[in-house]
């Protein structure tokens, strides 16, 4: 039986007295695109920030590759080979693109090159001496992903990287996405919009209350809408 890449088991999270994951258990093969879909509050995004070692007080158990990461400070659990591209995207208003996409530490081999994000990214090039102030919603996401491509990260936790944006810029994000997928990277993504994360993903699981209640293969989302929708509330 193969084993995950990642497997989260039983994994709780609190934000001072605030218990906010309840128990979250689910896995991720290596070269799946695997989605969290949930309402609003209910628990994705302290999720990856459990995985990554961002939360505040967790316990339970996140393997990956074999390895416990739950006693891990967050920036040893990067240097495993995980990378974080969080909703807010992070990044620095005051660099341009280019120099964006230099700063980020390598933490393992087989990072992209410069020359290699600006084909999976052509709107980065032509924009490549532009502040990050300067920059659309759009090309703002693009950068924020880019840069964490640059690490040799193979596992990338994407939170909500379509909030907001244009259907045209979402397209581009999908395409890129099965691009990465294409490349051999794994991706967990955070997503509301279930019918944008059916063009990408291989499987769904359904987060309510800070745990996962339900898992759908997305061979199986067409017939699952009506679930899908009282589920999401859509």
Not at 29 to 42: H, I, Q
Not at 181 to 193: H, P
Request: charged letters at 25%; a positive charge.
């Amino acid at each position: 039986m193969v084993e995950a890449q990642l497997a989260v088991r039983d994994l709780h999270g609190w934000y001072g007295e605030s218990h906010v994951l309840h128990g979250m258990s689910f896995d991720v093969y290596a070269g799946e695109v695997v989605t969290l879909l949930g309402r609003n509050g209910a628990g994705k995004t302290s999720t990856m920030r459990a995985v990554m070692g961002m939360l505040p007080k967790r316990q339970g158990s996140v393997h990956f590759e074999g390895k416990e990461l739950i006693r891990l400070k967050s920036d040893r659990i990067a240097r495993q080979g995980l990378a974080y591209c969080p909703e807010e995207r992070g990044i620095f208003a005051s660099l341009n693109v280019r120099e964006n996409l230099v700063l980020p530490p390598k933490v393992k081999d087989g990072g992209l090159s410069i020359e290699q994000i600006y084909v999976l990214f052509p709107n980065l090039k032509e924009r490549g001496n532009s502040q990050g102030t300067k920059l659309s919603g759009g090309e703002q996401q693009m950068l924020a992903i880019a840069r964490i491509l640059r690490t040799g990260a193979k596992l990338l936790l994407l939170d909500e990287p379509t909030e907001g944006l244009a259907p045209v810029i979402v397209q581009q994000i999908g395409n890129t996405i099965r691009k990465l997928r294409e490349q051999g990277f794994t991706i967990l993504l955070v997503e509301q919009n279930f019918r944008f994360a059916g063009t990408v993903a291989d499987r769904h699981y359904v987060v309510e209350h800070g745990k996962v209640v339900d898992m759908i293969p997305n061979s199986a989302i067409e017939r699952n809408g009506e679930k899908l929708k009282s589920y999401l509330g859509v």
